[in-house]
């Protein structure tokens, strides 16, 4: 749909934020085990390494330049639409989940899609390819599931200046509230600029190869310095590195804050 008309890009979660009572209690025992295992102490260069990777680049690059920071340069709110009240629910804590993690970015849910730049398709399994096809068309539908064989999805539309200016999110509501909540965590935050997943950083939701149905420590360092104000759209990898120190030292004291860790 919007891949026509201005630059966009996509990221995918193959099948493979928070606790809240309504997951089903094999998901919470999942959910709690990963947060007790989860590395909550990074060196400087990890976080950087890591924000750099995801930042610039992207998963799967349909249109446009990919070596600039993308990202919404103002309030951003998120309609759900879909027939599962449930699923609706369980998205409206994810979406405040993030809200109180992320200092500087004002995101919260919108009563109605013309009042949303953030839509959240949420869809029957069975339903997922020909929702893609209905967003993307035939033949980018087609290149999206022979290669990524996606469980959920998420793209942006960005401007001349690289500011998000819409972003689509799809999401399964029948696989169990474990793949539900750790699509939305990730498509969510993918959807917000950083949509290049690697494999290479271990401790991000944006590596296939992690699954975790919460919003973890370490991406929090990645999303608070990407909604920093001093790291604006269109800014280069060499503009990002040299605003980096002072950032990270201003977004370690909010995370550590926010999640009661150590000095």
């Not at 919007?2 to 928070?18: D, E, F, P, Q």
């Not at 970015?105 to 069975?126: F, T």
């Not at 929702?131 to 064989?149: Q, V």
């Not at 696989?175 to 949509?195: H, K």
């Amino acid at each position: 749909m919007y891949l026509r008309t201005l630059t966009a890009a996509v990221s995918v979660v193959a099948l493979g934020g928070i606790f809240v009572p309504s997951m089903a209690s094999a998901d919470i025992l999942a959910v709690a085990q990963r947060q007790r295992a989860e590395k909550k102490v990074f060196t400087d260069s990890e976080i950087v390494e890591g924000f750099l990777k995801v930042a610039f680049g992207a998963e799967y690059h349909l249109a446009g330049r990919v070596d600039r920071i993308r990202k919404y340069d103002g309030p951003v709110r998120v309609f759900a639409d879909g027939s599962r009240a449930d699923r609706k629910a369980q998205l409206t804590k994810i979406v405040a989940d993030i809200a109180a993690r992320v200092q500087h970015l004002d995101i919260a849910m919108a009563g109605s899609l013309e009042d949303a730049n953030v839509q959240v398709k949420l869809v029957r399994d069975r339903d997922l390819h020909r929702t893609i096809t209905t967003f993307y068309g035939s033949d980018r539908a087609k290149e999206i599931r022979s290669s990524l064989d996606p469980q959920c999805l998420s793209g942006f539309r960005k401007n001349e200046k690289f500011e998000i200016e819409h972003s689509d999110v799809i999401l399964t509501v029948d696989n169990g509230d474990f793949v539900f909540f750790d699509c939305a965590y990730e498509e969510l935050l993918q959807s917000l600029g950083p949509i290049n997943d690697t494999e290479s950083v271990p401790w991000t939701v944006f590596n296939d190869n992690v699954s975790r149905g919460y919003f973890g420590v370490y991406d929090q360092y990645l999303l608070n310095l990407l909604y920093d104000p001093r790291i604006k759209p269109g800014m280069t990898v060499q503009e990002v590195k040299a605003l980096l120190p002072d950032v990270l030292a201003d977004v370690r004291a909010w995370v550590r804050k926010v999640n009661n860790l150590p000095q």
